[in-house]
């Protein structure tokens, strides 16, 4: 009778255990704020003032047309949408992108990129129409030049028709730059439509701060353990904050920036180190003669940006939202999924991390049930499926009005 009594004992402990593993978390003050400050999403829509054709409807299409275009690329065969797909977040899953020779760094996603205030893994592109510029006219990505560009815009009568469309003045410019920049601006135009759809975390933090406990309740409980992890003690929101889940600037995150060269020669990436010295001679940056708003508050950082030797091996910081769909992660794409991104975090090696850096990191030593958890809530940042039909349906437009 006493084995009997002991055995009830021992399962009305696991009961108990796992009723309690089965709770939700409760946030306290410090944390409710910060998931507030998570939101809310959408974000609203706001113009670039860097850029005239921001915003306007005429640009997008044309945007969205270019963006599909191989012919900008020196052997007309390598559109942007190779490395920057719809289906992947406009990202690509490899671990490294392939234009005319092989990359150093993964494709990163494109969704609320109009969020950002830098470009790039090195942020070396400023607004979002510079950033376009750049692997249009890299010889390792697409190899085009701005002639390419501008002699396309002139000879092909689509083209030339939906340039015309989207600012006549620049279209009709004998100054091939000039075409290049209205290509370039078009296209920001267009990325800035590509905005990340709702989630159910976002469901579940709208619901937090109106103690709305039925919507509470679909939210999965290894999630919200998961998002209680990452706004304590995993202190994840230091560099992942704001409703992009992103400070969009650069930090050393310890992982290697030497890279293997497709002959197998090994070298460095610098990262943020170079990214500044070439966002500072870019005649696109926001302190060139394009810009079309020279006293934007934007114009600041660039002004005032400068190297300093702990921005070696530095990268941005990325957005967390619909990252199920852009992986392989990190600047290099060297973690094939969200477990081993965590499992870095977790066990990480301190001594990569640059001795005059921050000291923000520390390794997490999570359990394998944190470990899920933590999962668990980055993947409620992506919704079901990533719709391309918009894309789809702006380029059908385009070439109803343009054929």
């Known amino acids: 009778m006493s084995i009997l009594r002991a055995c009830l004992g021992l399962l009305l ?48 299409r044309f945007g969205a047309v270019l963006f599909a275009e191989p012919r900008l690329s020196k052997n007309g065969a390598l559109a942007c949408q190779n490395c920057h797909q719809p289906q ?9 992108s392939h234009g005319l020779d092989r990359l150093d760094r993964n494709a990163p996603g494109l969704l609320d990129s109009r969020l950002h205030r830098w470009f790039g893994w090195d942020g070396a592109s ?67 439509t590509l905005v990340s759809p709702r989630t159910a975390f976002d469901d579940f ?73 070439r966002l500072k001679a870019n005649p696109f940056n926001r302190l060139g003669r394009y810009n079309a708003d020279p006293q934007s508050p934007a114009v600041l950082p660039v002004r005032h940006v400068a190297q300093q030797h702990r921005n070696w091996g530095e990268f941005k910081v990325p957005s967390l939202r619909s990252l199920l769909f852009t992986g392989p992660y990190m600047h290099d794409g060297s973690k094939p999924d969200l477990a081993s991104v965590v499992q870095h975090y977790s066990d990480l090696d301190e001594d990569r991390l640059h001795s005059d850096g921050e000291a923000i990191l520390k390794p997490l030593r999570l359990s ?36």
């Not at 006549?168 to 209205?182: F, H, I, K, W, Y």
Request: with cysteine; aromatic share 6%; glycine share 6%.
């Open 88 to 96: 992947h977040g406009w990202a690509e899953p490899v671990a490294r």
């Open 368 to 403: 394998a049930e944190e470990s899920r958890d933590l999962v668990a809530f980055l993947q409620s940042l992506s919704a079901p499926a990533v719709a391309a039909s918009d894309y789809e349906t702006l380029k059908a437009e385009a070439r109803r009005l343009c054929p």
């Open 13 to 60: 402990v696991l009961f108990a255990t796992a009723a309690r593993a089965d709770e939700p978390p409760v946030f306290d003050a410090t944390q409710r704020r910060l998931i507030r400050s998570f939101g809310p999403w959408p974000p609203a829509f706001r113009i670039d003032s860097g850029n005239p054709l921001s915003g306007r409807p005429e640009a997008v």
């Open 205 to 277: 933090r709208d619901a937090l701060l109106t103690d709305d406990h039925a919507v509470m309740a679909r939210y999965p409980v290894s999630a919200q353990r998961g998002l209680a992890l990452f706004t304590s003690h995993g202190q994840c929101a230091t560099c992942h904050s704001g409703p992009a889940f992103t400070n969009g600037e650069f930090h050393d995150t310890g992982m290697p920036f030497f890279v293997i060269g497709a002959d197998g020669t090994r070298g460095v990436d610098p990262g943020r180190h170079r990214g500044i010295a």
């Open 126 to 192: 400023d607004s979002l129409w510079a950033a376009a510029i750049r692997p249009i006219l890299d010889p390792r990505e697409m190899g085009g030049s701005t002639a390419i560009v501008a002699d396309l815009l002139r000879r092909d009568p689509a083209l030339a028709c939906l340039a015309r469309q989207a600012d006549d003045a620049a279209a009709t410019s004998p100054d091939d730059e000039s075409l290049l920049v209205l290509a370039a601006r078009a296209l920001a135009a267009f990325q800035e």
